[in-house]
């Protein structure tokens, strides 16, 4: 069958199987040469993509839920939005969140996902207790901070290379109320929209969403955005009506029929002004907060049928005004604006192959057009250079050196899928692009 | 427990998404089966999801004797019993062998009959509950692709009718189920029309709502009641001449 993930590109034959049991997981393990696990086809590339890919969606049994300590197990396939209609009733919420709750607890430690709360919380792997591993040889390895340490930091953010993560248990972040109350700030350029990274390094969570389109004075202009949980007292008396004042979706509304870089241009300025006006704090529940685009089911479809790219970057902190500057520069001079660009501030990150490190990431949405992937190689060059990354969950196309520069300690995740995966079962088409089974330096 | 709902075969696709569908509406489930360890786990998840009571069971229906003792042996009566297990089997080999042939009646008819006198007789006792047997399309006529088991399964929709007209009256209801094609574990190597193949989880939607709303027979997809009407109305002279 044809399988694609988020935004469609590229789409590759593959024979895709699914399993219920640790066991049918090893008997599928033993019986292809080459296979990639999959979630829910939620990155955006081809990092689950191969000739023969292990489904994990049908693996999603709940195993143990610590309701006291906020502990919960489960099994990989089980997706982050069954997981919230669990643990919220008993007074949790995930530590980390992607901005789709539509995506496997595997996925997300294998890509070590981040959210809004990274510079307070780190990314998802920090929070992980221990996960069970089904290696490639047909072992399964319990690992965690204290057992197999190398492999357990390594299969955070190693997108399924190292062995299959069957279950994992997480602890959670206790929660008293669904609501969340944030507030907007207008940024007029780039210093003062990232000053306000810096002014709120406290608050919970942050995140900007940037007008690309601007030029000059106005270069890098956005919206700040900044939220808490709603303590119990500050919630909204009736916890099933939804609050008064809609919850705006910054970063992610977007008209998909303006299209055109003149509508999107419209578009960005109306929306900035409008936000703007708006003073003091919004209530906003958990959804509309964290997953405004999960209530569009199926929207990456409106990209067409090319599909498109998500180009994400992360620069370090010395250097990521500048870096910004240029690739603002870089997208303007270009005449295809990105339709999303969503700014925030990364701490410290853990594994080898984990995104996060200290700075500022930007993550751009472009349809595929002409051009579009030189353009890319542009900024490539300008975020190699500033001694920045790519996020692997989020690349269909970078060339294999910007993962060997951008990732200095490639070498060692190397060196130890080697250890545990000697025949080179484990293998993306992504991996094969990147050289991620063979050291290639 | 209270009022447990009894899955027989509840390892099978559509029984583990009725499962859901019943633990949503807060149900307590045995769930019974072969694979006690997997149906622990399954329990241990419905728990969780739906704070619901659940419980792994060892269950096997060919073993007719141990059914009784099976049946008494749970904790609380169940006040309703699906009946999920059947098997695809062979049909070409089941032309030569026994073993075949034996193990395609027995798990989709006799196994059933035992299992559903036993739990027949305690809920017309309790005066209360269910039974929701899932038979199959495949019962409503003989086709030369696979009429062993569609004997059987005409055997069981003819079982579940008499025991509703039986139990009609005594409080217990008969439900029989009759799924075309369903894309699970057992047709995962035949070639469905995708228009006329139900997911496990449509087909346990219709059953639920078959079991809230008081129906007798239900098919699923439904458009298969209008496909077995047409099926069953051609005359054998011209039946037996055709492929379908
Ligand atoms: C709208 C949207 C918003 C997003 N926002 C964010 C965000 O804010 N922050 C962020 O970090 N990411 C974000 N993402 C990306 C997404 O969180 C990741 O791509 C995530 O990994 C997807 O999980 P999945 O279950 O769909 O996995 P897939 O996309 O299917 O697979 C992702 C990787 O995980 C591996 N994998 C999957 N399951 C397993 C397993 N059981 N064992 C081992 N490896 C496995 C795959 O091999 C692959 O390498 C967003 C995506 C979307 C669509």
Same mark, same amino acid.
């Given at each position: 069958m044809l399988v694609s993930n988020w935004n469609n590109c590229p789409r590759v034959e593959a024979a895709m199987r699914s399993f219920r049991s640790q066991e049918e997981a090893r008997d599928i393990l033993g019986q292809t040469d080459r296979c990639i696990p999959r979630g829910l086809?939620?990155?955006?590339?081809?990092?689950?993509?191969?000739?023969n890919i292990i489904s994990?969606?049908?693996?999603?049994?709940?195993?143990?839920?610590?309701p006291a300590k906020g502990i919960l197990e489960c099994e990989a396939g089980t997706s982050l939005d069954q997981i919230l209609s669990v643990i919220i009733p008993h007074g949790w919420f995930l530590p980390v969140t992607p901005?789709?709750?539509?995506?496997t607890l595997g996925g997300a430690i294998a890509s070590d996902v981040h959210g809004k709360n990274h510079h307070l919380h780190g990314a998802l792997g920090r929070h992980v207790l221990d996960l069970r591993l089904l290696t490639p040889q047909g072992h399964v390895l319990v690992c965690s901070k204290n057992e197999n340490p190398a492999i357990f930091q390594a299969v955070c953010? @190693?997108?399924?290379?190292? @062995?299959?993560?069957l279950s994992a248990r997480i602890s959670l972040m206790p929660l008293e109320s669904v609501f969340i109350r944030q507030k907007t700030i207008p940024a007029y350029d780039l210093d003062e929209l990232m000053s306000f990274f810096d002014s709120h390094h406290q608050s919970t969570y942050t995140v900007a969403w940037m007008?690309?389109?601007?030029?000059?004075?106005?270069? @890098?202009r956005g919206l700040f955005m900044h939220g808490e949980h709603c303590r119990s007292h500050e919630a909204?008396?009736?916890?099933?009506?939804?609050?008064?004042?809609? @919850?705006?979706?910054?970063?992610f509304t977007l008209p998909?029929?303006?299209?055109t870089p003149a509508g999107i241009k419209a578009f960005n300025s109306l929306y900035f002004h409008r936000k703007s006006r708006r003073t003091g704090y919004e209530i906003s529940s958990i959804e509309s907060f964290?997953?405004?685009?999960?209530?569009?089911?199926?929207?990456?479809?409106?990209?067409?049928?090319k599909g498109f790219l998500q180009y994400q970057f992360v620069l370090p902190r010395s250097t990521s005004r500048s870096g910004l500057q240029k690739i603002l520069q870089h997208i303007n001079s270009f005449g295809?604006?990105?339709y999303l660009a969503v700014l925030k501030l990364l701490g410290k990150g853990q594994g080898?192959?984990?995104?996060?490190?200290p700075g500022y990431t930007l993550a751009l949405d472009f349809p595929i057009r002409p051009g579009v992937f030189s353009l890319l190689n542009a900024l490539d060059r300008v975020v190699q250079k500033l001694g920045g990354r790519i996020y692997l969950a989020k690349?269909?196309?970078?060339?294999k050196h910007m993962l060997w520069e951008g990732y200095p300690r490639a070498k060692e995740f190397v060196e130890l899928k080697k250890r545990l995966d000697p025949e080179n079962k484990l293998s993306s088409l992504q991996s094969r692009r990147l050289g991620l089974c063979q050291n290639p330096y | 427990m209270s009022k447990p709902v009894l899955i027989l075969g509840a390892g099978s696709d559509i029984a583990r998404a009725l499962a859901h569908q019943l633990g949503a509406a807060k149900y307590d489930l045995y769930l019974a089966g072969r694979n006690l360890e997997e149906l622990q786990k399954d329990a241990r998840d419905l728990e969780i999801r739906y704070a619901i009571k659940a419980r792994g069971v060892y269950f096997d229906?060919?073993?007719?004797?141990?059914h009784e003792d099976f049946y008494d042996s749970l904790e609380t009566r169940p006040y309703g019993v699906v009946l999920a297990f059947g098997v695809l089997g062979d049909e070409s080999l089941a032309r030569s062998s026994r073993e075949q042939w034996e193990k395609i009646i027995h798990t989709n008819y006799t196994g059933c009959v035992s299992i559903l006198t036993v739990a027949a007789n305690r809920l017309e006792q309790a005066k209360e509950g269910f039974v929701a047997g899932i038979s199959?399309?495949?019962?409503?006529r003989g086709r030369a692709a696979n009429y062993v088991y569609g004997s059987a399964k005409a055997g069981l929709s003819i079982f579940l009718s008499g025991l509703r007209n039986r139990l009609h009256g005594s409080g217990v209801r008969v439900i029989t189920v009759k799924p075309g094609f369903v894309r699970t574990r057992m047709t995962r190597d035949l070639e469905l029309p995708p228009r006329l193949t139900a997911t496990p989880e449509q087909a346990a939607r219709d059953i639920f709502q078959a079991i809230t709303k008081k129906r007798d027979i239900i098919y699923t997809l439904w458009i298969w009641r209008w496909i077995m009407l047409v099926i069953k109305s051609i005359p054998e002279k011209i039946f037996k001449r055709m492929s379908i």
């Open positions: 086809g939620r990155s955006y590339g081809d990092c689950s993509l191969g000739e994990t969606p049908g693996f999603r049994r709940f195993i143990h839920l610590d901005g789709t709750s539509r995506v953010g @190693g997108m399924g290379l190292l @062995g299959l993560i007008d690309c389109l601007q030029r000059g004075r106005h270069l @890098g909204p008396q009736s916890q099933l009506i939804p609050p008064g004042c809609k @919850g705006i979706s910054i970063p998909f029929r303006a299209l964290f997953y405004p685009l999960d209530a569009l089911a199926n929207w990456n479809l409106l990209y067409g049928k295809q604006p990105p080898p192959l984990s995104f996060a490190q690349d269909a196309r970078m060339k | 229906a060919l073993d007719f004797a141990s199959s399309v495949a019962g409503d």
